[in-house]
């Protein structure tokens, strides 16, 4: 079963504007990560969040973690046209090498 | 710089016919993976070798078999098709074991069974 739950499903926003997706778990984890999927294509990894850590950035990203509530964000600022893609969390537990990934939010973000 | 490269990326079998995925990859990683991704289900593992020489079953191995040929390659093997294995396929692969790595992921094979 999915151990991540991605919400929304499908956000639709303007070029420049802000788009913040949700993740939520269900059991511990040792790190959360965060991959985009263009349309056609393999997932490529964004960004990942140890469970000692509470934020971290890279570039445009902003992912945040709450251990506590079981839940992360990730926040893309100023999106562009090439931003509009499908993300997924994915968790990683005490086995550490495998993944359990969401369902996937689907951006789109129009000229 | 190839990363993960699948073979085929499109297929169409007929219903209990047999097939082979491959998937190979050049980073020299450890671990590799093999995930299916239906609509609206996500990604959901299938099989996966954490190193050369061991492959434990994921989410949903029923109906699928596992080689880790050697460190480079890992393939799936479909013995009696059936519809309800048409999807997308993914494989992965990561590098080191128990260490905070992402997985790297090829351009999935597309397969039908009619």
């Known amino acids: 079963s999915q151990q991540g739950e991605e919400d929304p499903q499908a956000l639709s926003i303007q070029e420049g504007e802000n788009a913040t997706m949700n993740c939520s778990y269900k059991t511990s984890i040792n790190n959360l990560q965060w991959y985009r999927q263009n349309s056609g294509r393999g997932l490529v990894h964004l960004i990942l969040i140890r469970s000692n850590e509470r934020e971290k950035h890279s570039g445009r990203l902003r992912v945040t973690l709450d251990t506590s509530k079981k839940s992360s964000s990730l926040l893309i600022t100023a999106s562009r046209a090439a931003d509009t893609a499908s993300y997924f969390c994915a968790t990683g537990g005490g086995s550490n090498y495998k993944l359990t990934f969401g369902k996937g939010t689907l951006l789109t973000v129009n000229p | 710089n190839a990363g993960v490269t699948q073979t085929p990326k499109f297929q169409v079998l007929k219903t209990g016919q047999s097939m082979t995925l491959q998937c190979a990859q050049d980073m020299n990683h450890n671990s590799m993976y093999w995930y299916r991704q239906d609509p609206g289900m996500g990604l959901r593992l299938i099989y996966y070798?954490?190193?050369?020489?061991?492959?434990d079953k994921g989410e949903v191995p029923n109906g699928y078999n596992v080689s880790r040929l050697n460190k480079r390659e890992f393939s799936l093997r479909l013995e009696s098709a059936a519809p309800s294995q048409t999807s997308v396929y993914f494989c992965?692969?990561?590098?080191?074991?128990?260490?905070?790595?992402?997985?790297?992921f090829g351009d999935g094979t597309r397969l039908s069974i009619l």
């Open positions: 070798s954490a190193s050369e020489g061991t492959t």
């Open positions: 992965a692969s990561r590098g080191q074991i128990k260490s905070n790595q992402p997985q790297h």
